[in-house]
C-alpha cells in the first residue's frame, strides 16, 4: 500500500468495506451498508462515530450544518453511497467537507454497483 496520510487505517476502512460487500453485495439503501460497515469497524477495533452533525460557518458566522456518514478515529470522514453511478458532485461534496471541518483525509465508498468503488481524498489546504 502507497503511503499517504492515515493509509494504514484506511486501507482497514476499505478492508471492513470490502468484506461488507463480498457478504451482502449490491443493491441495499445506504443505511443497510453504513450498520454493516460499522459491525466491521467495530471488529476491527477502530472507533468511529455515525451521523455526526457537523456546522457550518462563514466568516465566522453559523450558515447551517451537515451530517456526516462516519468519521472514524477523529482522522478519516467516511461518505458511503449507494449508487450506480459515482457523480462528480460527490466528489466535490468530500473535499469540501474535509475543507470545511479541517479534517486531512477522506473515503467516498460506493456499494451500489458489483464491484465496491473507493476513492481516498486528502485536504492538501
Same mark, same amino acid.
Given at each position: 500500500?502507497?503511503?499517504?496520510?492515515? %493509509?494504514?487505517? &484506511?486501507?482497514?476502512? !476499505?478492508?471492513? *468495506?470490502?468484506?461488507?460487500?463480498?457478504? #451482502?453485495?449490491?443493491?441495499?439503501?445506504?443505511?443497510?451498508?453504513?450498520?454493516?460497515?460499522?459491525?466491521?469497524?467495530?471488529?476491527?477495533?477502530?472507533? $468511529?462515530? &455515525?451521523?455526526?452533525?457537523?456546522?457550518? $460557518?462563514?466568516?465566522? #458566522?453559523?450558515?447551517? %450544518?451537515?451530517?456526516?456518514?462516519? #468519521?472514524?478515529? =477523529?482522522?478519516?470522514?467516511?461518505?458511503?453511497? *449507494?449508487? &450506480?453511478?459515482?457523480?462528480?458532485?460527490?466528489?466535490?461534496?468530500? !473535499?469540501?467537507? @474535509?475543507?470545511?471541518?479541517?479534517?486531512?483525509?477522506? @473515503? @467516498?465508498?460506493?456499494?451500489? =454497483?458489483? %464491484?465496491?468503488?473507493?476513492?481516498? $481524498? *486528502?485536504?492538501?489546504?
Amino acid at each position: 500500500m502507497e503511503d499517504y496520510k492515515h %493509509s494504514e487505517l &484506511t486501507g482497514k476502512i !476499505i478492508g471492513c *468495506a470490502m468484506k461488507v460487500h463480498r457478504v #451482502i453485495g449490491p443493491g441495499f439503501p445506504e443505511i443497510i451498508y453504513m450498520r454493516c460497515l460499522c459491525i466491521e469497524l467495530k471488529k476491527a477495533g477502530l472507533n $468511529f462515530e &455515525t451521523e455526526v452533525e457537523r456546522d457550518i $460557518f462563514y466568516e465566522g #458566522i453559523k450558515v447551517g %450544518s451537515r451530517r456526516l456518514d462516519l #468519521i472514524v478515529e =477523529n482522522k478519516v470522514i467516511v461518505e458511503l453511497k *449507494a449508487v &450506480t453511478e459515482v457523480e462528480p458532485l460527490f466528489y466535490n461534496q468530500i !473535499i469540501n467537507y @474535509l475543507k470545511i471541518f479541517k479534517i486531512e483525509v477522506g @473515503l @467516498l465508498i460506493n456499494f451500489g =454497483n458489483i %464491484s465496491l468503488h473507493y476513492r481516498r $481524498f *486528502a485536504n492538501t489546504r
